[in-house]
């Protein structure tokens, strides 16, 4: 089967259950997400968070974004050319998310580095052999899935990197005394703490089947795929992501490590 028609259809079709879908289209359903949301509303803007906007904030774009999604997909997918341009949509949105996420400062914009470095070279491979046709259905959902990867990833290390070069200043001066060039002393504070931004893509892929399992898998069964044209593909996506997110953050550590992503518009370090 080729990759094509096991991850673009269950996008489409894939909450296809026996009864015509995995959860009914009802009002009933609408009301309980907007109860959902309200309680995590609640939760979150207590105390110990303090979130409680920007889960709000979060669900209803979700709800416009959605909508809006909903309509301009169905038109773009019959078109390879606007199926290209809603990716560099995607991946320009995903560029400004995780480079705010990282700094308040001009240097966001380097999260274009990342990202593209992560998920450039595993589309061109999909498409060169052949195992993604090029076509709207098929390109956009894995690239959102791959673009979705880097983004965590970037953001997540670039936050924890910057973070922890705030906060261990000193040692960062200390080892520049010593004679370490600026790279190496940066990298030397903040590459573990980065590091960890891999771990939720390594739980992901060591629990699933065990404590999750991924909508790609659950959606190609119900579509009608076999048990293992479903693992085979969830595997593809589980592996891609991890190769994804390892080269995201690796970049975003030379970006740091290099002075061109910083805490701010000065750098806090030097």
Known sequence: MPLAASVG?????GLAASGGQLLPVTPVLGVVTAVLLLAAVAVAGRGLLGHGHAVLRAGLRAVVQLA???????????????SALFVLLMFTVAVR???????????????????????????????GVGLLPAKGLSV????????????????????????ELRQRRGEVEAALALGFEEREARLEICRTAAATSLVPALDQTRTVGLVTLPGAFVGMLLGGASPAQAGTVQLFVLVGLLAVESVAIVVVLELVGRGLVTVGPVDAVR
């Open 9 to 13: 259809e269950p996008d489409v079709s």
């Open 68 to 82: 809006a999604v909903a309509v301009v997909i169905t038109w773009v997918v019959g078109s390879l050319w606007w």
């Open 97 to 127: 998310t995780a480079g705010r996420r990282m700094t308040p400062g001009p240097d966001w914009v380097w999260a274009a580095a990342p990202i593209g470095a992560g998920v450039l070279p595993v589309l061109a491979l999909l498409l």
């Open 140 to 163: 956009i959902p894995v690239a959102g899935i791959l673009i979705g990867g880097a983004l965590t990833a970037t953001s997540l290390a670039g936050r924890r990197a910057l973070d």
